[in-house]
């Protein structure tokens, strides 16, 4: 059993900053790409952010100069520090990760509200 924890999700004012974070535990020993999706009301869920076990990434124009993803592959923990938030950037948060076994697994999300 594989599961993913998010945290650090909230309600920030328009031109705040907010840190995500996610820790993979259990039967997953090795892990290829880390990333970040987010879902807005009403619309797709989309790609944030990834991150490749080498520390290669890969951003959304949107979020291109506000947001950066990191990894600490010893804590199997991906991070996401969104600053100069916007309203548009309400969402909800899902950490995504393919081991390297080839299996995907998903976060339940976690809430990001940004007022403005």
């Known amino acids: 059993q594989v599961q993913l924890v998010e945290s650090g999700g909230g309600l920030v004012q328009a031109g705040g900053s907010l840190r995500l974070s996610c820790v993979a535990s259990?039967?997953?020993?090795?892990?290829?790409?880390m990333g970040w999706y987010r879902q807005a009301p009403g619309k797709q869920r989309e790609l944030v952010a990834d991150?490749?076990?080498?520390?290669?990434?890969n951003y959304a124009v949107s979020v291109k100069g506000r947001f950066t993803i990191s990894r600490d592959n010893a804590k199997k923990t991906v991070y996401l520090q969104m600053n100069s938030l916007k309203h548009e950037d309400t969402a909800d948060y899902y950490c995504?990760?393919?081991?390297?076994?080839?299996?995907?697994?998903w976060g339940q999300g976690t809430q990001v509200t940004v007022s403005s």
């Open positions: 991150i490749t076990s080498g520390g290669s990434t």
């Open positions: 995504n990760v393919w081991s390297s076994a080839g299996v995907n697994y």
């Open positions: 259990g039967r997953i020993f090795s892990i290829n790409f």
